[in-house]
């Protein structure tokens, strides 16, 4: 089934650098979405974007999407020690479809 | 004014038992999910549930059960637990194709 796969599986960068993690996915979507899972929560929504957009920005996140290679980046800056968490793409063909997540970690 | 709320946060119980994991949410959502995340964070869908209908049902074994009495929930039955069930089961409501607001987590171990 269709879900989105992100890339790398775990990043570790120290407080100030910027986090980049990808996302890969299979077939056409309509949307594309982000979430941040903090240690034993629930997933938190990030960023939608959706197939006819190429760049979004929210705070401090930015989020392209190349629908002619099928994937996505998530762009964090200026990270903090509190951005630690796994992060997640989905992707919207039929019902959402998660991947296993990037874990970062934000070294103070 | 927890948007989705689920019960409880923590079950621990011996295989071959029967359990519930009951969820809500206020939102006013038509849809609502359930999602197993095993031990590695894998995030997988079990069911979807839309004004009270499944609309999807991936594979799971039939030993669970959604039961949706009403839009606002969608309780999870387990029946004869196994070993493998342990995970953390996520409720989740939203629109199909937007944004879905995720509860708390319940964290299932299974002796």
């Not at chain 1, 629930?42 to 006819?52: C, E, Q, Y």
């Not at chain 2, 964070?41 to 004004?51: D, R």
Request: net charge positive; aromatic share 8%.
């Amino acid at each position: 089934s269709q879900q989105g796969e992100e890339d790398p599986q775990a990043l570790s960068i120290q407080e100030g650098e910027n986090a980049t993690m990808n996302c890969s996915y299979k077939t056409s979507i309509n949307n594309l979405q982000w979430y941040r899972q903090n240690s034993g929560r629930g997933l938190v929504h990030l960023i939608l974007i959706r197939s006819n957009e190429r760049e979004k920005h929210s705070g401090r996140l930015r989020v392209t999407l190349d629908t002619s290679k099928k994937s996505s980046s998530l762009l964090i800056t200026a990270s903090r020690a509190a951005d630690t968490a796994s992060y997640f793409c989905a992707t919207d063909v039929n019902d959402m479809r998660f991947g296993a997540g990037t874990r970062l970690t934000v070294k103070p | 004014d927890t948007a989705v709320s689920q019960t409880p946060k923590y079950l621990v119980t011996q295989m071959g038992n029967d359990k519930s994991i009951k969820c809500e949410q206020n939102l006013g959502h038509d849809t609502m999910y359930w999602y197993k995340q095993d031990s590695k964070k894998f995030l997988k869908i079990m069911f979807s549930y839309n004004n009270k209908e499944l609309i999807i049902n991936e594979t799971v074994p039939n030993r669970f059960s959604p039961k949706s009495p009403d839009k606002a929930h969608l309780n999870l039955h387990i029946n004869s637990l196994e070993l493998g069930d342990s995970a953390v089961y996520f409720c989740a409501s939203g629109d199909r194709i937007g944004e879905q607001f995720f509860g708390p987590g319940t964290r299932l171990t299974v002796l």
